[in-house]
Every structure is written in structure tokens, then in C-alpha cells.
């Protein structure tokens, strides 16, 4: 094909076509291929010269004719981006990028895993379903030419894909000839001898029989005559790899197999085919539930067309499909001709809203499903908006939540790479690290050996991952710290007392305190919850002395509380800190105060450091049977996806692990989530964190932790 003739057939379908565009894209896309060459040894412009022509028979516009001559230019020449936007305007340079885009993710794309990946990555980035018309066309073009691919493993990579990725695609926007040359070149790569098999049995059968298709499409369209109806009749026997597929999923041998011929009815009104399906069914005798009618109730695509299968002339099974032409113009051409049709409607703006047409056509199409498999596919595809699809610079597909950050790209990738994370290359740019991430963005995350992850960090990113693991990192440097702290503060004491701090006798306090290892003796030191004095007396009891801390103070007769505390003089009051809520299971102390009586708080309550007084300070602890004795409550900041269903899902959680809701309040609310603390009745700590745990492995809950701060309490 030459230019002038792409040009024309363009012309014929759209005469307001602009061929300025389309000259400039033929010479643009020719000049920038130059001397490469395709594995068929034609010059490498052909192929997308041939795309173009395809996408000529579906009567696409200029915009989607220029995108597929120039489809391969950013991929596979010195073209880029910019190149083409400075050139041909925003639209089309967007186009190609979306192409260039899925070119690029099927490189990568290994079989098997891939496959569901690389289906949801195509729709999350065909916003605009023209790029997925290019990249069918392509697709269907390289099919064609796959034999001269040299390496067996390469093609039936090609074949395989094609089978489990582009061809149902074609199919679910309604491209039904596409998809069934797809499947053919296909099944002829993948199973040759099936394929060959079916072929010679089909060639056979013509020579028994003769042209069969042609009489009995003689005899419907006769019979339509008779009784005044003009009609035109196509009758075809079915693409191999159909009939391949019935003999499959049927389980019939190819005798048994008998409609394999489907014949096409076209007449010029609606009321005309039902009067045709009446003549047909009275003719000849219609096969029990083999009938569907698609004109009073379309599929979803937007398919209409009348189905049945009769016991036809010759006494041979064959398939009847009853439509208009504007019917069959929309089931051979899909969401192509849609497109088309509305076109026609006068004074549609241009191109804004034929943009957003395609997008609507698009979620449309994709929103609802036909059979109930495919209504749960594309209920999951909802999902897949909420998510981006990201490229490491090897090629690699990330997917991420919406909203996701470098840090969170990074963790996904791995551990190391985030907690070692300095800076980051989107797209080849210097980006900061919190800038969100689009769908198709490919991201280098830049490392420096001994870098820390920030404490910041955890204020802007979105995945659990990337959350769970920076807390870890900042909870294991904390207890680095703790240790040597905790570490100072021992040697001071055992020096103090003129004692020395041998690793034995650490060994010793250690298993005397049940604690793991003498490490954790020093972190325990370091961050307060055991004083160096109790260590001291673990080692040496001789130096315990009376009466330690001081317990006296306390009014007694004070309301007393279910919960038993030990340390506490017998009937002294006391409360739970409404700070941070103290847990049977938390490590606590009581801060005496004239006004309050004992408070209760966790070691790690912000309110302690207020208690300058370390006379005020009581060593206490929960009783034995404090889980038991009664219920407390604690706090929980929960954040879930602002969707239906959400909250029900996070009281169901709670409730099912035995907690019981006390209070509730919403704290701040966007459209992608919403946050809100729960006071829930627990026993103890251990109760709390299963109930934690419950909320985090819940879908709808984007993150639960226990609130302790000061500052959030009400
Ligand atoms: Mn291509």
C-alpha cells in the first residue's frame, strides 16, 4: 500500500478527515525507520503502514490512523516523546505513549504469571481504547507475519499470549472478527496438527457434498422472497479453532460435532427479522434451547443480533444469526463502530468530548460483563482503578495502591532497597519522594549504602508494607539505642554499688527477669521499664532494701477498681490513664498525684515525662488474674477505604474477635479513606493485638494501630 491509498481509504469513510496529519505521519514514521528491516525481510515501515490498513477497515479516525503509523517510532527509533507531541499535538503523542507503553510490558511479560498482570496493566492504561485498537491491530499484524520469527520458543510465547491476553480482549469489546483471526493464527502456531486435522476433514466434507454453504443459503434467502423479504445471506463454516474449542469443552468427536456451518442474515429493519425468524422457524424445525434473542436484550458490548439454530435443508445443524446491518456493522467492528455511530451525531464537539466518549465506552464496556465470569472480572477491574502499574528499570511490574510513593515502590521491590532509599529517577526525571506515583511510570529508586529510612516517611506512604517495615527499621534503631543506654546506666550502677557487671552475672538477671537475653535486659534498662537498681538486686539480693519505693500517700477506701494492680497498698485508689490506656499484658507504672490519686499509665505514655519527680513514680504491675477480673477499654485508630461496606467490615472484625465497640469517632475523612478511632472492651493486651491483627488482614482496612499518645486523646 502507498501513502495516497491510505489516504484514500481513510477519505472514503470520513471525508473531513485531515490529510495533512496523515501525509505528515506516513513521512515522519518512514523517515524515522529508515533502513530497519522485519524478520520477513521487508522494510520495517511496512508494519506499521499494514496496522494503519487495519485499523482503515475498522474506520477509525485520523487521530488512531496517525498513532498506528507511528506506534513503533518511540520504541524502536531515535523518536521521542516530545518529538512527536511538538509535531502532531498532545492527542497523538498520548496515543503512542500508551502504545509504547504495553509494547514495553510485553517484552517482559513471561506466561502464566504475567498473563493476569499484563491484562490489568492494558485497561488500567487504555483510558483512552483507541491505544488498545492500535495495539490489537498490531498485534494481529505480527500474528500474520509470526512465521517468519526464527525461533520456535519465541513464537509460541507470541501464540500463547495472543490466545490468553489479546484475543479475549478483542472479544469483550465486541471485535468478534478479530478475535477469531487471532485465535487462528494462534491455534496454527500452538497445535498445528489439530488445526490441520479440522482443515482436511472441513476440505473433505466440500468434496462430498459440494458447495453446501452456498445452497442452503440459496434456500433461506429463498424462502424469505417468497414471502416478500429481502435479504442478504453469508453462510460460513466456523474458524477451526472454534470448532477445535467445542470438541474440546464438549467433548465430542468431530462426527457428533454438527453445527459447524453459521449463516448471517441481514435485513433492512428490526421488525424484519422477526418476521424472517418466523419464516425460518416455520421451514424448518429449531433446535431447543439454541435460541437468543439479542436485539431485545443486547449484550453488554452492544451486541443485537437474533440467534437460533435449525435442522436446515440438508438435515445438518446449522446457526442462524438475524440482524440489521447497522447491527452487523457493530458486531464485526465492535467498539469501533460505536465510535462511528456516534460520530454522526451533528455538533458533537470535537475532540474533547469524543475523548471522553471513548472513556465512558470503555468503563462502559468493561463495567458489565456478560456471563457471570466475566461480571467478576470486571467487578475486580473497579479494583484495578484504585491501583497504578509501575515499571522498575528492568522491566519489572510493580502494581501499587493509588496514591502510592517511591517509598512505597521501593519497599514492594525490596526491603533493603527501601530502607536504603536517598532519592529517585521517574521516568528518567529527579522526582522527590513523596511525589505519586501514574500508571506506566518506570522508577529508578536511587540508594546510598548506609542510609536510614526517615521517620517522615510513614506520614506519607500508602502501602502497609512500606509502613510495617519503616516501623520496624525505627523500632529496631530504638532499641539499639535503648541497649547502649540501657547498658551506661547498669555500669553506672554496679559501679556505684562497687560491683562489677560481668556477662555471667548479666546471663544470670536475664533469666531471672525471664527475659531472653541480657540484650533485652539493657533495652528493658534503657527505655525505663526496669529500674538498675531492681537488676543489682537480681544479682545481688543482699542489697535489696526495705521498703523501695515509696507506696504510701494513697487514700484508702478509694472507689476500687475490678482490676488488681500489684504495688499498690491494699484499697488505694487509683485509675487507669486516659492518655493511653493501660492493658493487662502493657508494662506500667502509677504516678501518684495529690489531685487524681494513683494514675495508671503505660511506660511509654508521653504523660510520664511531665512526672519529673521520681518519688512520685510507683513500681506496679497488673495482678494475676487482671485479664480475668474485668474489661478495659482501649483505643484504635483505624483507616479504611472510603467505600460501601467498610465500616461494616471493620465491626464485623471486632465483634467476631469477641470486642465489644464502646465508642466511636470520626477523625478526618477524603475521598480515598477514611479514619476513625474505636474504643473497644478488652481483656487484655493480647485480646487487643488479635483484634489489631484481625483489622490489618481485612481488605477494607488500609491500617489499624493502637492509639497510646497523649495528644489523641479525647
Ligand atoms: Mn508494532
Not at 481504547?129 to 513464537?155: C, F, Q, S, W
Request: contains cysteine; proline residues 4%.
Amino acid at each position: 500500500m502507498r501513502q495516497t491509498d491510505l489516504v484514500e481509504r481513510v477519505l472514503y469513510y470520513d471525508p473531513r478527515a485531515d490529510e495533512a496529519v496523515l501525509n505528515k505521519a506516513y513521512v515522519y514514521a518512514m523517515t524515522a525507520h529508515g533502513k530497519q528491516f522485519r524478520a520477513s525481510g521487508d522494510p520495517y515501515f511496512a508494519h506499521p503502514l499494514e496496522v494503519a490498513a487495519i485499523l482503515t477497515d475498522l474506520k477509525l479516525d485520523v487521530a488512531t490512523i496517525a498513532t498506528a503509523l507511528l506506534h513503533d517510532t518511540i520504541e524502536d527509533t531515535f523518536v521521542t516523546y516530545e518529538d512527536i507531541k511538538e509535531k502532531f499535538g498532545d492527542e497523538i503523542a498520548n496515543l503512542v505513549d500508551g502504545v509504547t507503553k504495553l509494547s514495553q510490558l510485553e517484552l517482559f511479560s513471561e506466561r502464566t504469571k504475567q498473563a493476569e498482570n499484563f491484562r490489568k496493566l492494558m485497561l488500567a492504561i487504555t483510558g483512552d481504547i483507541r491505544v488498545l485498537l492500535v495495539k490489537l491491530a498490531d498485534r494481529v499484524h505480527n500474528m500474520r507475519t509470526l512465521g517468519y520469527i526464527d525461533k520456535p520458543e519465541k513464537r509460541l510465547r507470541i501464540a500463547q499470549e495472543t490466545v490468553d491476553i489479546y484475543a479475549p480482549l478483542a472479544g469483550r469489546i465486541g471485535m468478534q472478527n478479530m478475535r477469531e483471526e487471532l485465535e487462528d493464527l494462534a491455534f496454527a502456531e500452538l497445535d498445528a496438527e489439530a488445526r490441520n486435522s479440522i482443515v482436511t476433514h472441513f476440505a473433505r466434507l466440500d468434496m462430498q457434498s459440494g458447495d453446501r454453504v452456498g445452497r442452503i443459503a440459496d434456500q433461506i434467502k429463498r424462502k424469505l422472497a417468497e414471502l416478500g423479504l429481502e435479504a442478504r445471506v453469508y453462510g460460513r463454516a466456523k474458524r477451526p479453532f472454534s470448532i477445535w474449542r467445542k470438541l474440546q469443552t464438549k467433548k465430542l468427536s468431530f462426527e457428533q460435532l454438527s453445527d459447524i456451518f453459521a449463516f448471517r442474515v441481514i435485513l433492512g429493519s428490526t421488525p424484519d427479522c422477526y418476521q424472517a425468524l418466523g419464516i425460518i422457524h416455520t421451514n424448518w424445525q429449531m433446535v431447543p434451547e439454541r435460541f437468543k434473542d439479542f436485539i431485545s436484550t443486547p449484550k453488554p458490548n452492544g451486541y443485537r443480533s437474533i440467534h437460533t439454530t435449525v435442522i436446515g435443508p440438508e438435515k445438518q445443524r446449522v446457526e442462524i444469526q438475524i440482524r440489521t446491518q447497522e447491527m452487523h456493522d457493530i458486531a464485526e467492528r465492535g467498539v469501533a463502530a460505536h465510535w462511528r455511530y456516534r460520530e454522526r451525531v451533528p455538533d458533537q464537539g470535537l475532540p474533547d468530548s469524543a475523548t471522553f466518549g471513548w472513556l465512558r465506552d470503555m468503563v462502559d464496556l468493561l463495567e458489565r460483563g456478560d456471563t457471570a465470569e466475566e461480571t467478576l472480572e470486571h467487578s475486580k477491574l473497579a479494583l484495578y482503578q484504585d491501583q497504578v502499574f509501575c515499571f522498575t528499570p528492568k522491566g519489572s511490574l510493580i502494581s501499587l495502591p493509588r496514591g502510592a510513593t517511591p517509598i512505597d515502590f521501593a519497599y514492594a521491590v525490596h526491603t533493603d532497597l527501601g530502607n536504603t532509599a536517598v532519592g529517585v529517577k521517574v521516568n528518567c526525571n529527579h522526582v522527590t519522594l513523596h511525589t505519586p506515583l501514574k500508571n506506566g511510570d518506570q522508577v529508578e529508586i536511587i540508594v546510598t549504602k548506609d542510609a536510614t529510612p526517615s521517620p517522615v516517611w510513614e506520614k506519607f506512604v500508602v502501602t502497609g508494607r512500606a509502613r510495617a517495615e519503616i516501623r520496624r527499621f525505627l523500632r529496631h534503631a530504638q532499641r539499639d539505642e535503648h541497649v547502649k543506654l540501657g547498658r551506661k546506666i547498669l555500669e553506672k550502677a554496679f559501679t556505684d554499688e562497687a560491683r562489677e557487671m560481668t556477662e555471667k552475672a548479666m546471663e544470670k538477671v536475664a533469666k531471672k527477669l525471664r527475659l531472653p537475653t541480657a540484650s533485652d535486659v539493657y533495652a528493658d534498662v534503657g527505655r525505663g521499664a526496669l529500674r538498675g537498681h531492681e537488676v543489682l538486686e537480681a544479682v545481688f539480693p543482699e542489697l535489696k532494701r526495705a521498703g523501695k519505693p515509696p507506696k504510701s500517700g494513697g487514700q484508702s477506701g478509694g472507689k476500687a477498681k475490678p482490676i488488681s494492680i500489684r504495688g499498690l497498698t491494699v484499697g488505694i485508689a487509683y485509675t487507669l490513664g486516659q492518655c493511653c490506656h493501660p492493658l493487662p499484658g502493657d508494662r506500667i507504672v502509677g504516678i501518684m498525684s495529690p489531685e487524681l490519686g494513683t494514675v495508671i499509665h503505660t511506660i511509654d505514655c508521653a504523660e510520664l515525662d511531665k512526672a519529673h519527680d521520681m518519688n512520685d513514680w510507683l513500681d506496679v504491675s497488673w495482678g494475676h488474674n487482671a485479664a480475668e477480673s474485668g474489661l478495659s477499654v482501649a483505643r484504635v485508630l483505624v483507616r479504611v477505604r472510603n467505600a460501601p461496606g467498610s465500616l461494616a467490615a471493620v465491626m464485623t472484625a471486632i465483634a467476631a474477635n469477641g470486642g465489644n465497640i464502646f465508642n466511636m469517632k470520626v477523625t478526618s475523612r477524603n475521598p480515598l479513606f477514611f479514619e476513625f478511632t474505636v474504643d473497644i472492651e478488652v481483656r487484655d493486651v493480647t485480646h487487643l493485638q488479635n483484634i489489631v491483627g484481625a483489622l490489618r488482614v481485612n481488605d477494607a482496612v488500609e491500617s489499624a494501630d493502637r492509639v497510646r499518645e497523649a495528644e489523641t486523646a479525647t
